[in-house]
């Protein structure tokens, strides 16, 4: 079946401007994660969705960060005004703790 | 603060032999582990896991090791193939609450020489 999928894959943008990742979960998967990973870095947890729960938006780095999830399904990570510092590998994945399927993320590169 | 500490940005091993990818962790909450293998352009896929219950997990070619009076564990393959290259992430979790939140060190690069 369909793996995880997020778009855009390249994202390239100027300081100051908003982007939007958007990430596709597997289908009936109740959990979805988000996680970023700068350069040299591991992956750093942002924000976790489960179900119709309150998400878990403690890994978000800056109020600047934001994240939906519409219909339990797709999920949309917003940055506002980007800044160089937000250049970074974001990851995507559902499922639940070892059986988190990950999306092959949104390389972000901000001008 | 790392509480996730791979020391060692890449090894290099031959096709056949052994390779032991290392992780060590300052948190003694942490209950339980988890390997992941990431290829370039590809989002990082599990590999193997191990509670701290236990000392050891196997799984074909893949061991993990635990070492919870040292705050370490290890990654042993064997034989390594050319096809286990690839950067290894170790992670943690707390079971409990917020037992979904893995906090990952900085990943190995194995590279397997034919």
């Known amino acids: 079946g369909a793996g995880v999928s997020q778009s855009p894959s390249n994202k390239v943008t100027e300081k100051g401007k908003d982007v939007e990742l958007r990430c596709d979960p597997i289908s009936g998967h109740t959990a979805l994660y988000w996680y970023r990973q700068s350069l040299g870095q591991g992956l750093e947890f942002l924000i976790y969705f489960q179900g119709n729960s309150a998400p878990d938006k403690s890994g978000l780095p800056s109020d600047r960060f934001s994240a939906e999830r519409t219909g339990g399904s797709v999920s949309t990570l917003t940055i506002q005004r980007t800044q160089q510092e937000d250049s970074a590998v974001y990851l995507c994945a559902s499922g639940e703790r070892s059986s988190q399927y990950f999306g092959p993320g949104t390389r972000l590169t901000v001008l | 603060d790392q509480q996730v500490k791979q020391n060692s940005p890449s090894l290099s091993v031959q096709e056949g032999r052994i390779s032991i990818l290392n992780c060590d962790y300052t948190n003694s909450m942490f209950d339980y582990f988890l390997w992941y293998k990431k290829y370039p352009a590809e989002g990082p896929t599990f590999l193997i896991s191990?509670?701290?219950?236990?000392d050891k997990n196997e799984d074909g070619r893949f061991t993990v090791f635990l070492n919870k009076s040292a705050k370490h564990l290890s990654l042993h393959i064997v034989p390594s193939q050319p096809g286990d290259s690839a950067v290894y992430f170790c992670a943690a979790s707390i079971s409990g609450g917020s037992n979904y939140k893995l906090t990952f060190g900085k990943g190995t690069l194995l590279t397997v020489n034919p």
């Open positions: 191990i509670s701290s219950i236990k």
